[in-house]
């Protein structure tokens, strides 16, 4: 680890608290900050925010001498080719023959799936060029989605094409083929007959209903086989809470657009957990003003680590994980749910007022509100929470309850569990994996790994060779979901069919295949297999099936297969349930929860999810131990300090990152890292907090003791990266001005009622007549974008979807640390108030689209133009690199390809590649394009129709992919179009308009609803 | 002469053509827009049907194409003559193009991000 310290600077001791402190209180708690150093003025942030790209010339020559330049430099010469201005290598048109149906070369076609995460659904429109699929959208029509997607959904096109996935099967470790596979697993039916015996599959989460069928067929051929389901993000506590609450499992589906008060009970709804994509949208919608009367809804968020819906909150508490539980009593016990009481230790510290004013809100909102309980926490706070929102009248209007939406609901833990028992009886003759990773991510208190090989056969199915793979004797490459047919329930239970865009690119078998060869049927297809399925439970027949089919497939939702809503009443005596004993008031306590970007592991060799930086610590490549400040400051910790965590005789090294918000006495570190045999990408990562889980603390655990190693860590933190300046004005002025300038603007429902154009600052805009040019009188289109921060959740689908459709590389942990990660779209965000707890804020920053742009002014060889329609153009093969533009940019969005970050090698990649967009060599600098490949396909479009482009036409990608619809893009030439009602607003502002920019891309302040009771 | 087509139906398999008009890959160039807006055959690609065996008439450099982005009534024709090969520009080229480029709604497109993206 090389010592960036100029480029990753650490919180060192010589930060001083408390004039930070008072500082912060001096502006009346009004000032906006985006880091500790921000705020102590650090040397070594003055340096980051003066240079956007740090001086590191000796070490950066660190690792690569002058030959091995030269050496990789003539290499690259002689793939560079050829200029244009001589003859051309000769190129072959190859056409078809007889082409396959509806393909036109040079136009994608779209297909409907879903891609399941933890087994529900989230409806896709996959984009294919030529039979490969390229970039993924939300679909529509599909409940779990409504359009919008996650940052796992848009990262899977790169994992489909990942050239580490498995690509053979593997017996004991030699290539086999899936015909051998086939008659070993002859053999072992034959061996395990009649019974089944010792005969054991364990899968993942399964809402499939036809794999569902399949495997019970299975169950049914050897009736003493047993299924098991694990998967590390486990919902026991919500099965196990509803099953207290109304004697037998169901599943919750929220309706948040109906909701006026929301309470989050350590639940981030908005970005995990089943339907969080739709419940973004939902909860977003209320956030849409029209204007200084809209009612907005309003959050009440609980939590235990800092996370998108609690930045989303208008009021929020931190507490420890275990603190919750007291907390959810103490609010039960006001709606008469009679409590066993919080424990006499409790420390809930939510002060009385606040308490009383939260549950006065409710109940002025009686059935249209909603207490949303965390995955996180014990199942008696489900169960009070589905007690209080039956007594709050919540049931059947915000909140609604089906049959669960899981085809074999059980309590996963104690399913491993069992697994784990009968392994280590001995009892288990065939083990069959599909899909998952135990061996990296069970409890570890279960010793997966060792308890595995008691198991006498092993057979596993992945999407890599992984740790679990490892130990098995045979290993079947999963088709990916893009390659393979299935079907899939969403958060409300709507059936959609998974179909394949591409044939399995390294023979991959999907789940349903591999069951179809233990049940003794191998030669059937996957999708024989599904639709053999479907046509023996719909009551269409013959050629009405087939058109409910094709609907089907087109749609990419089976219609009307929503869950119906039951009717369940919780019992009465919930609360008399035990308290779980509370922690002691210094203890220090440790939280696992699933990852921002990696989730729970899976995606660990997702260069662009772990290049993503992380929601609100926007932290890259790690996964850290997050603190409070406070905790940090009393354990003598120090940002960036490598420490030992121990919890219960079990320990694992993680570097310890300061985090405004957290709660104190309480440690974060989120599971997915810490991989042996992720992939070349993946490998080494972070820390593994699966070392410490254990199957009785599966969320939180007490008991966490620290030893320091002596050593550093260096963490890539892209906070400090492409930060604004804002020049002129020293940040102890008095005057209001000095942060009324600021590039995020808030205000309460209050405030902005008494000045709607709060967000403008007359005094600083630049009149219309300044400047050297003419005016430029714009006819016909001019593109714009308006970012509502009232409805961006932070969640980095926007991010993630630019990288995949723009052929944006992944540079690595080292040249992030240095400054140079490459997104073209950053969210930036914003903490304000004070350390412990800071509202937070966040700032999607693409390419403004500048007017009068600073940046193409100065460019020596004109590569950086400006289009009739407003573009600010970027032709890569005229730029010479000089970078005179990104010094020139205020808003920091320009990117230069120091290196040659994109992998010209690979030729798995070159499928996934978005061919209407080039893909950068080094030397150049590329920036948000408004994707200008849509923009000019719409206009070549319309232009063949005869007719205007519609509002709406163009998506750019960060539109389509935000659940939360906060980037809406269209011409402000066209006053009807959504984008220049949104701009009409007097919400609307532009960063740094003082500086005469004329940005395209403009904001929409954020408006808070807090309680007028509730004075903090 | 038109063996190796009927071979390649028959065998289904496909006719690697040498390219003789390509572009360099920076270069983003749809065929479709020309073609819907009244641009010929051979404007782009000289006298087609004299030629036999092809090569190709214009230098394909950015000048050649922004002669006719910077003046498409020099060159625009009939939507309906799109295809003749054997089309000549009339006497009054001038006069005709001025009125179907209004008529086609041509833009005379010289934005770097026409092409280059």
């Not at chain 1, 009021?315 to 008469?336: D, I, K, N, P, Y």
């Not at chain 1, 219609?559 to 919930?574: F, H, K, M, Q």
Request: glycine share 8%; hydrophobic share 35%; with cysteine.
């Amino acid at each position: 680890m090389t010592d960036n310290s100029n480029s990753n600077y650490s919180m060192n001791e010589t930060i001083d608290l408390a004039a930070v402190r008072a500082k912060l209180a001096k502006d009346g708690g009004k000032r906006f900050w985006q880091s500790l150093d921000e705020l102590a003025e650090t040397p070594g942030y003055r340096y980051k925010l003066e240079n956007e790209f740090p001086e590191n010339t000796e070490k950066e020559a660190e690792g690569i001498d002058r030959r091995g330049i030269l050496k990789l430099m003539a290499a690259s010469a002689a793939m560079a080719g050829l200029s244009a201005c001589t003859k051309l290598p000769t190129e072959k048109i190859v056409p078809y023959v007889r082409p396959p149906e509806e393909i036109i070369p040079g136009k994608p076609l779209f297909y409907a799936t879903s891609m399941t995460q933890s087994g529900v659904a989230t409806g896709l429109l996959v984009e294919s060029h030529m039979g490969r699929p390229t970039k993924i959208e939300g679909n529509p029509e599909h409940p779990g989605s409504l359009g919008g997607t996650d940052v796992f959904n848009q990262a899977s096109i790169l994992t489909l094409y990942d050239p580490d996935r498995s690509q053979t099967v593997i017996h004991e470790g030699r290539i086999e083929s899936w015909a051998a596979f086939l008659t070993a697993i002859g053999n072992m039916r034959s061996q395990i007959a009649p019974r089944g015996t010792g005969l054991r599959i364990l899968t993942e989460t399964v809402t499939s209903p036809s794999l569902a069928a399949q495997i019970r067929d299975v169950l049914k051929q050897f009736p003493d086989a047993k299924w098991h389901q694990y998967e590390p993000c486990i919902r026991d506590a919500a099965h196990d809470g509803a099953v207290t609450a109304f004697g037998k499992p169901v599943t919750a589906v929220y309706h948040l657009d109906k909701a006026d008060v929301i309470v989050s009970l350590d639940a981030d709804f908005l970005t995990t957990g089943p339907g969080h994509t739709r419940y973004a949208r939902d909860f977003s919608s209320r956030r849409a003003i029209e204007g200084p009367g809209t009612k907005l809804n309003r959050l009440y968020v609980v939590e235990c680590t800092p996370t998108s819906t609690g930045s989303m909150a208008d009021h929020r508490r931190a507490m420890r994980a275990s603190e919750v539980e007291a907390f959810t009593r103490q609010l039960a016990t006001e709606f008469g749910i009679a409590s066993a009481g919080a424990p006499e230790n409790s420390t809930s510290s939510v002060p009385p007022a606040w308490m009383m004013a939260l549950v006065r809100d409710l109940e002025k909102h009686r059935g249209s509100c909603v207490v949303i309980p965390g995955e996180g926490q014990p199942a008696i706070v489900h169960a009070l929470a589905h007690a209080m929102n039956a007594s709050l009248g919540n049931a059947g209007k915000t909140v609604t309850y089906t049959e669960p939406i899981e085809a074999n609901p059980v309590n996963q833990m104690n399913s491993l569990r069992e697994l784990v028992k009968d392994m280590n009886a001995g009892a288990v003759e065939l083990l069959v994996m599909l899909g998952g990773n135990p061996v990296y991510d069970a409890p570890a208190d279960f010793e997966f790994g060792p308890t595995l090989l008691k198991a006498k056969l092993r057979v596993h199915s992945g999407l890599y060779y992984d740790e679990t793979a490892e130990l098995c004797h045979w290993h079947v490459p999963e088709a990916h979901f893009l390659e393979a047919w299935s079907d899939a329930r969403a958060y409300d239970g709507t059936i959609g069919i998974v179909q394949p865009l591409i044939a399995p690119l390294y023979q991959g078998r999907s789940a349903h295949e591999l069951v179809a060869a233990i049940a003794g049927d191998a030669g059937k297809s996957g999708h024989d297999l599904v639709q053999g399925y479907w046509k023996s439970q719909r009551p269409e027949k013959d050629k009405a099936f087939e058109a409910f089919w094709q609907k089907s497939l087109h749609d990419g939702v089976m219609a009307g297969t929503a869950l119906p809503a039951i009717s369940v009443s919780p019992r009465t005596d919930i609360g008399r349930e035990p308290a779980s004993p509370a922690l002691d008031k210094d203890a220090l306590e440790i939280v696992y929860r699933p990852d921002p970007t990696i989730g729970d592991g899976r995606y660990s060799n997702n260069g662009w999810l772990q290049e993503t930086p992380k929601t609100i610590t926007r932290l890259t490549w790690d996964n850290a131990a997050l603190v409070s400040v406070n905790t940090a400051v009393r354990l003598k910790l120090r940002h960036g300090q490598y420490m030992k965590l121990k919890v219960a005789g079990r320990e694992v090294y993680a570097g310890v990152f300061a985090d405004p918000g957290h709660p104190d006495n309480s440690i974060t570190l989120h599971l997915g890292y810490g991989r042996r045999r992720a992939g070349n990408v993946g490998n080494g990562q972070g820390f593994n907090a699966y070392f410490l889980r254990t199957s009785g603390a599966p969320w939180m655990a007490g008991g966490l003791q620290l030893e320091d190693s002596g050593k550093k860590y260096y963490f890539a933190v892209q906070q400090y990266h492409y930060m604004m300046e804002e020049d002129g004005h020293p940040a102890d002025t008095e005057s209001v001005n000095a942060f009324r300038r600021d590039l995020i603007q808030v205000a309460t429902v209050e405030e902005f009622q008494k000045d709607p154009n709060f967000a403008r600052h007359p005094e600083t805009e630049p009149g219309k007549k300044l400047s050297l040019y003419p005016g430029f009188k714009s006819e016909g289109y001019a593109w714009g974008m308006s970012i509502d921060l009232n409805r961006c959740i932070g969640c980095n689908a926007c991010v993630v979807a630019c990288v995949s459709e723009n052929n944006i590389a992944v540079v690595g942990k080292d040249q992030v640390m240095r400054g140079r990660a490459m997104q073209w779209i950053r969210i930036d965000t914003y903490f304000r108030g004070n350390l412990e707890t800071p509202e937070m804020y966040f700032e999607p920053l693409p390419c403004m689209q500048c007017e009068n742009a600073p940046c193409e002014v100065v460019c020596p060889v004109g590569a950086t133009t400006h289009s009739i329609e407003g573009l600010n153009e970027m032709t890569y093969n005229r730029c010479v690199g000089t970078r005179y533009c990104s010094n020139n940019c205020p808003y920091k969005v320009r990117r230069f390809n120091f290196f040659l970050y994109s992998d010209f090698k690979t030729p798995s990649l070159y499928g996934m590649r978005n061919p209407n967009v080039t893909v950068r060599s080094r030397g150049v600098m590329e920036k948000c394009t408004y994707c200008v490949q849509r923009i000019n396909a719409a206009k070549i479009r319309s232009e063949e129709e005869d007719r205007q482009i519609r509002d709406g036409e163009i998506v750019t990608a960060c539109q389509s992919a935000c659940p939360a619809e906060a980037i809406v893009f269209g011409s402000i030439n066209d006053p009807k179009s959504r984008v220049s009602k949104l701009k009409a607003q007097s919400r609307d502002y532009s960063l740094l308009d003082d500086l005469n920019t004329k940005p395209r891309t403009t904001y929409l302040a954020r408006v808070r609803n807090p309680n007028p009771e509730i004075r903090e | 002469m038109l063996e190796p087509v009927r071979a390649s139906y028959r065998d289904d398999k496909s006719l690697a053509w040498t390219r003789v008009n390509a572009l360099p890959d920076f270069v983003y160039f749809d065929h479709s827009i020309h073609v819907s807006k009244g641009v010929g055959c051979t404007t782009c690609h000289g006298p087609i049907a004299e030629m036999p065996l092809t090569w190709r008439a214009g230098t394909l450099y950015m000048q050649w194409c922004l002669e006719c982005h910077r003046e498409p009534e020099k060159y625009v024709r009939p939507k309906s003559e799109v295809f003749n090969p054997y089309y000549e520009p009339p006497k009054n080229q001038l006069e005709l193009g001025r009125r179907l480029v209004k008529e086609y709604k041509i833009q005379s497109l010289q934005n770097c991000s026409t092409c280059h993206r």
